[in-house]
């Protein structure tokens, strides 16, 4: 079983940056690929990146292309979602998981989410 610790979240302006952490145990970490989520009051958890396990392939959702960036570090167990130009309608809940391949992680049947950390990004 995996337990995945996000952080980093926290208030900013709107055009400001953020840092979100995701510290992942319980599994071969290393073998997996990482993706982030966020759920904005009301909606649904949306698909934000994905970064493969030796980070050679991402995939970004078109509302954050350009914006944000995702990287991990194996040697810590931590993946990372650098968050630059950040808008009101970034507000939400961010999480992040894992799955077997970058590709499959938009998709992928989860059975375990993290408590998340939340963004609040004023105008």
């Known amino acids: 079983q995996v337990q995945l610790v996000e952080s980093g979240g926290g208030l900013v302006q709107a055009g400001g940056s953020l840092r979100l952490s995701c510290a992942a145990s319980?599994?071969?970490?290393?073998?997996?690929?990482m993706g982030w989520f966020r759920q904005a009051p009301g909606k649904e958890r949306e698909f934000v990146a994905a970064?493969?396990?030796?980070?050679?392939?991402?995939y970004y959702a078109d509302s954050v292309k350009g914006r944000f960036t995702i990287s991990r570090d194996n040697a810590k167990n931590t993946a990372y979602l650098q968050m630059n130009t950040l808008r009101p309608e970034d507000t939400a809940v961010y999480y992040c998981?894992?799955?077997?391949?970058?590709?499959?992680?938009?998709?992928?049947?989860?059975?375990?989410w993290g408590q998340g950390t939340q963004v609040t990004v004023s105008s």
């Open positions: 970064i493969s396990w030796g980070s050679t392939i991402t």
């Open positions: 998981n894992t799955a077997p391949r970058a590709a499959m992680i938009e998709t992928y049947n989860y059975d375990y």
């Open positions: 319980g599994q071969t970490f290393t073998q997996w690929a």
